[in-house]
């Protein structure tokens, strides 16, 4: 039962982030928004796998944490340099 | 009642103790991240308050667990949000200061990392 609530209250907060997601002003934001979001819907997995009982939900909790690692990193290195695949030396500059 | 059904109510009562803690943290990270009037002090609601709250409430969660199994997997989730909350904080702040990015007050502009010159002051 506490564990409903919990799932109830991360899912508040979750609308909120939706609402910086769509709002925010520059890309950092939103990345942040999105980074947010993710944590949230693994909080969500896990409270319900606690309230169903079932262990399996929590394991989908832990990949899916780990892949909003890999997906954060690629994505601000995207922003960051505007490709994938950086040159390992730095263009001199006139 | 019997021992077991004691340790029950004790579990339950403190888990929802934790998880009302959690919630609160993460309220109000949620809305200092709606609020805030700038990138750096929405990484600063978002990344101290939400990440303590994540894991304060996993940690009720693991608490309120029905298994032994599921508890100890709640405590390695928990692990692993309090070890990649802030390394993802410091990659956002990173990049967005070394795009250029300036905080909407306060005198600092340092130089870009990477960049020849210092960058403009804002």
Known sequence: MTALAAAIGVGIALLLCVVRLFVGPTLYDRTLAANGMMIKIAILVAAAGVVAGRGVYVDVALAFVLACVVVNVAVLKFFRSRTLQAPLARAEDQ | ?122
Do not use: C
Not at chain 2, 4 to 28: Q, T, Y
Not at chain 2, 69 to 94: D, F, R
Not at chain 2, 98 to 114: D, E, F, N
């Open chain 2, 1 to 122: 009642m019997d021992a077991g059904g004691v340790i029950d109510v004790f579990r339950l009562g403190l888990s929802g103790l934790v998880i009302a803690a959690g919630l609160v943290l993460i309220a109000g990270g949620a809305l200092g991240l709606l609020r805030f009037p700038d990138l750096y002090t929405r990484l600063h609601a978002a990344n101290v308050a939400d990440v303590v709250g994540s894991v304060v409430v996993v940690l009720g969660l693991a608490i309120a667990a029905p298994e032994w199994g599921i508890a100890l997997k709640l405590l390695l989730l928990a692990a692993l949000l309090i070890a990649i909350g802030p390394t993802l904080a410091h990659l956002v702040a990173q990049t967005a200061h070394a795009a250029g990015l300036a905080p909407i007050s306060g005198q600092y502009a340092a130089p870009r990392p990477g960049a020849t010159r210092p960058s403009t002051p804002p």
